[in-house]
Nanobody
Framework: VQLQASGGGSVQFGDSLTLSCAAS????????LGWLRRTPGKEHELIAR????????YYADSVKDRFTIARDDDENMVYLQMKGLKPEDTAVYYC????????????????WGQGTQVTVSS
């Protein structure tokens, strides 16, 4: 199983960015997918999750109404569209997959991508 995240970069306050994650070697359609982020000294934070059927989306309060998670089961891809980026969104972003419905904590995710850095300057 491999998850490959991409799309990170350095942007300005208020900019938009879309992260992508390509999955392989797994029964993609049976997995719940998520994006988590981590900043130095903090635990992984789940910021968005989408269910195996495309429903049951979850967003952390800190990103609600600014970020959108989407999946493409034909291409085995999951995306995170980020708008209105703020300096506090600066983190390493990870895509992850889980067969556990409602996965929230880091230990509940079965597979992880390698992480992509997002840096937002004020």
């Amino acid at each position: 199983v491999q998850l490959q995240a991409s799309g990170g970069g350095s942007v300005q306050f208020g900019d938009s960015l879309t992260l992508s994650c390509a999955a392989s070697g797994m029964a993609f359609r049976s997995y719940n997918l998520g994006w988590l982020r981590r900043t130095p000294g903090k635990e992984h934070e789940l910021i968005a999750r989408i269910g195996w059927n495309g429903g049951h989306t979850y967003y952390a309060d800190s990103v609600k109404d600014r970020f959108t998670i989407a999946r493409d089961d034909d291409e085995n891809m999951v995306y995170l569209q980020m708008k209105g980026l703020k300096p506090e969104d600066t983190a390493v972003y990870y895509c992850a997959a889980s067969q556990l419905s409602g996965s929230f904590y880091a230990y509940e995710w079965d597979y992880w991508g390698q992480g992509t850095q997002v840096t937002v300057s004020s």
